[in-house]
């Protein structure tokens, strides 16, 4: 009797209305699944950009893009490139230390990257008046360029308002004259210092040290004293940071590009190398600028800020 009602049409029929039901059962739990599934992933897009939001990085990202980053990168580079090569070229004529042996140093050269930069940067025995006039005249336009790029920097960083006049331009090239000292004073000393048994371990030590300490004054004296001593202290420590970084990373990558673009490209090939060491060195000054300018403020939003109440 059972199997002949199996068999029947109603049966037949009673399977065919169920079929339906059963699929439109599962397409609406798999519908179910997906809405939960995309309420996690709306959850975790608006955890993650509550996060964001008032953040230290939210805040870092804010002041590169107050400070146009790509644009004042390649406009430094291009001023240091045009003011530093003259000035580098005269004084290795004039002096007696080669001041492009410490470029070389700097940017992590092997001996023949630090060759094709001496070959770069070989002057004529005897440089005629209008040669010295001309080479001084491309290196003071090229200086005050720099110093206004980096002037500006910090102006943006620190809010501040951007200096004009003659006094102003006198301070970007003394402060672009402070800078060629120092690549001499560093090329005249770093012979004598590796000479020493505890050379390898002063030398580095003594550049940190200098170097943290040149980048805290010309912040304070590009910015003409507007920003306390103390304010400044953590920019010219993140600065130096991401030199030692920048120092490294250098090593590992412009000893290989200066010897293929100078076997593919010659002479010119350097000059590429060389702007985009500097606009790298660019990138440095602002990013150290930058991070440090954030870190204190939240530290100085964190210290007025009253304390959080937890409630019992």
Known sequence: MLSSFAGSPVWKMSLAIKRPERATWRTVHARQNEDRSGNREAKKRRSVRDRYEGSA??????????????????????????SVVPIIILLSSLASTRIDDDVARNMG????????????FTAP??????????????????????????????????????LKGVKNVGRCIVWVACVGALLVADAMTYKRIE????????????????????FWWSMHFLLAGRQPWRQLGAPAIATTLYWIV??????????????????????????????????????VIVLGAATG????????????????????
């Open 57 to 82: 990085i939210q805040e870092f990202v804010r002041t590169l893009g107050k400070v146009d980053f790509g644009n004042e990168i390649i406009l430094f580079g291009s001023a240091i490139l045009l």
């Open 109 to 120: 050269l092997d001996r023949r990257g630090a060759q094709y930069i001496a070959r770069l």
């Open 125 to 162: 025995r005897s440089a005629t008046g209008v040669e010295i006039a001309l080479s001084l005249l491309m290196a003071l336009a090229g200086t005050i360029a720099a110093g206004l790029s980096v002037q500006e920097v910090y102006e943006k960083v620190f809010d501040h308002e951007h």
């Open 195 to 214: 000479r020493l048994v505890i050379g390898p371990v002063l030398e580095p030590i003594i550049e940190v040290t200098v170097l943290g300490l040149f």
């Open 246 to 283: 920048f120092g490294i990373l250098s090593t590992l990558y412009f000893s290989g590009s200066v010897d293929t673009d100078a076997r593919l490209y010659g002479s010119i090939g350097i000059v590429f190398d060389l702007a985009t060491w500097f606009i790298a060195v660019g990138a």
């Open 293 to 312: 300018a954030t870190w204190q403020h939240r530290r100085r939003l964190r210290s007025t800020s009253p304390p959080h109440r937890h409630s019992r």
